[in-house]
Nanobody, 119 residues
Framework: VQLQASGGGLVQSGGSLRLSCAASGSIFSRLNMGWYRQAPGKQRELVAAMSSGVSTNYADSVKGRFTISRDNAKKTVYLQMNSLKPEDTADYYC??????????????WGQGTLVTVSS
C-alpha cells in the first residue's frame, strides 16, 4: 500500500483546508485510516482516525473543527479542517493499518503535507 497525501498550504486563522490521502492497492476498504501531525520540536500526534467500519476518533484539540471521511470507491481518505488556528500548523501525515492474517499487523505512512496557519 502506498499513500499519497495532498492539500496542505498556507491559510489564515479561521480558514479551512481539506487534506486528501489517496491509497494504492486493492485492500483500501479493509484499511483503518488516520491523520497524524507533527509540529517543529514536537512529537507526532494522532489528529483523527477512521476504522474500516467508519467509526471515528479525534484528538480533543480538533473535535468539532476537523472531520475525517473516506471514499472507498476512490480509495481516498479526507481531513476537512475548519476554524484553523495557528497551533494547527504542522506537517500532516496519512497513516493506514490493518491486520493481515498471513503477515500480522501492517502499517503504512504517506509523506507529509505542510499546513501553515497564519495569525
Amino acid at each position: 500500500v502506498q499513500l499519497q497525501a495532498s492539500g496542505g498550504g498556507l491559510v489564515q486563522s479561521g480558514g479551512s483546508l481539506r487534506l486528501s490521502c489517496a491509497a494504492s492497492g486493492s485492500i483500501f476498504s479493509r484499511l483503518n485510516m488516520g491523520w497524524y501531525r507533527q509540529a517543529p520540536g514536537k512529537q507526532r500526534e494522532l489528529v483523527a482516525a477512521m476504522s474500516s467500519g467508519v467509526s471515528t476518533n479525534y484528538a480533543d484539540s480538533v473535535k468539532g473543527r476537523f472531520t475525517i471521511s473516506r471514499d472507498n470507491a476512490k480509495k481516498t481518505v479526507y481531513l476537512q479542517m475548519n476554524s484553523l488556528k495557528p497551533e494547527d500548523t504542522a506537517d500532516y501525515y496519512c497513516n493506514a493499518w490493518y491486520y493481515s492474517t498471513s503477515k500480522g499487523p501492517e502499517n503504512y505512512w504517506g509523506q507529509g503535507t505542510l499546513v501553515t496557519v497564519s495569525s
